[in-house]
Structures are given as C-alpha cells and as structure tokens.
C-alpha cells in the first residue's frame, strides 16, 4: 500500500505566490525525500530530510518534517511557470540489507504567469 | 549524483511481444532499482537489482513477467514480456548512489496496442 500521500492532489496558482505541499505517511521512517517529475519524464531528487531534522532549506524550496504526525511539506516559494510539474513524497522503506522509496500519489502543480 | 540513461525513451509494442530496456549509469552502483508508473499514478517498486545475484522482486511482481539483468556495476536490462495494454507505463530506473538518495533515469515509454 501507498506510505505516503500528498494533499492537495492539484494546486494551480499564479508566479510569484507561494506553494505549499503536504505528504502524510503511516509507519517509521529513517528519511523522506521529495522528487519533481515534469510532464512524465524522470524523477528530479530535489530534498531528503532525515528523520531527526525537523527543517530544510534548499534555494527557494523548504521542507519540514514532524515525525509526531507522520507528516512532512514541501513549501516553494516566489514560484515560476518553470516549477509547473508533479511533486512526490517519498519514505524509504528498508527491509534487510535493501532499500527501496516507497511513493506517495503526487501533487500537480501549475504555476500560471 | 549520477548521470543514468534509459533506452529506449519510449516504444509502441504490439501484444503477445516483449520490450527490453536498458539502463545505464556513469558510475559504479551496487543497488538499482525497476519503478513502474502506470498512466496517472505514482511510480511502485517492481524490483531491486543488485551485481551478482538474482533480482529481487516486490509483491505482485514475477520474474517470467519482468525478468532483470544485471551484468555489472553500471547496467542493467528490464524486460516486460507478453505484453497486454495494461502493461503500458513508463518504467524508470534508479540507483542509490548517496546513502538513502535515489537518482532516476529519464523512464520508458511504453505504449501496448
């Protein structure tokens, strides 16, 4: 089953607003990463975050995490027509010696000029 | 981070047939992973493809139907038999080149008719 899921599933806003995404998730988890993916293409890593930090900065994407609530939100701000892609949450999922991402459904943002 | 190519970008395949895609990576990589992402959803595990020894495959997914190569540290092949239109997704793959951060191919487009 899905670990994480992302709300809203579509957010459509104009540049230079801010966007902010959320991901819940249901079990443990050693990080969480967020991805882009443009129009069906590949994934775009953009932030992993671990879960003993509570926030992170990269450019003009913030990311937090709030192990209590099992959730985390990806916040882009001032954003441009260019951020117009799917967002995902991804939680790992370790089982033995492998590690594999486990997806959430995605946010699809559209950044309007 | 790694630089990973996919072959082919994308294919329109006739049922009954199979597709082999390849993926490539600029460096040395000990775990690869198979994602499926059907029309519209989020990308599911189909298996982990480690040098050496058999791949191993998530729920729901079996080797007749997917079966991996792994021949060495920089690529690997997935092959999508007996195709039927369900199995029209793209398929992506990834490595683990940092702990815990997976780099993505550009996926696979794959059309069944």
């Known amino acids: 089953s899905q670990q994480g899921e992302e709300d809203p599933q579509a957010l459509s806003i104009q540049e230079g607003e801010n966007a902010t995404m959320n991901c819940s998730y249901k079990?443990?988890?050693?990080?969480l990463q967020w991805y882009r993916q443009n129009s069906g293409r590949g994934l775009v890593h953009l932030i992993l975050i671990r879960s003993n930090e509570r926030e992170k900065h990269s450019g003009r994407l913030r990311v937090t995490l709030d192990t209590s609530k099992k959730s985390s939100s990806l916040l882009i701000t001032a954003s441009r027509a260019a951020d117009t892609a799917s967002y995902f949450c991804?939680?790992?999922?370790?089982?033995?010696?492998?590690?594999?991402?486990?997806f959430g459904k995605g946010t699809k943002l559209s950044v309007k000029p | 981070s790694a630089v990973i190519s996919q072959k082919p970008s994308r294919d329109i395949c006739q049922r009954g047939t199979s597709l082999t895609i390849q993926c490539q990576v600029d460096s040395q990589v000990t775990m690869m992973f198979w994602y499926r992402q059907q029309p519209g959803q989020s990308l599911t595990l189909i298996a982990t493809a480690n040098q050496g020894s058999e791949a191993t495959y998530e729920s729901g997914f079996v080797i007749d139907k997917f079966p991996i190569s792994r021949p060495n540290l920089t690529f690997s092949t997935l092959t999508v038999s007996n195709l039927s239109p369900e199995d029209s997704s793209i398929y992506l793959c990834?490595?683990?080149?940092?702990?815990?951060?997976?780099?993505f191919g550009p996926g696979t487009r794959l059309t069944v008719l």
């Open positions: 990834s490595v683990e080149v940092q702990t815990d951060t997976q780099y």
């Open positions: 079990t443990s988890i050693n990080n």
């Open positions: 991804a939680t790992d999922a370790r089982t033995g010696s492998q590690g594999n991402l486990i």
